[in-house]
């Protein structure tokens, strides 16, 4: 199945959205469905990072089993 899916493993922050954030950290799927900083509890929700496109961006996805890395 894992090569007929097309999953975000992680995105990147591009414009902080409050005091705890950092441009340029990466948010990655955790076991639990959200993304997540490293070593971290704070997590966000799929939802809420598609919706805030001008905040996060996709940085790495898998299409078809093979990882891609977006610039």
Do not use: W
């Not at 007929?4 to 955790?30: A, D």
């Not at 070593?39 to 001008?54: A, C, D, I, P, W």
């Amino acid at each position: 199945m894992e090569d007929r899916v097309t999953l975000i493993k992680e995105f990147v922050v591009i414009l902080p959205q409050n005091n705890m954030e950092k441009f340029g950290e990466r948010l990655k799927l955790s076991i639990f469905g959200e993304y997540c900083p490293p070593n971290s509890l704070r997590g966000y929700q799929l939802k809420e990072l598609l919706t805030k496109s001008h905040a996060y961006k996709p940085k790495i996805i898998i299409q078809k089993g093979v990882e891609v890395i977006l610039d």
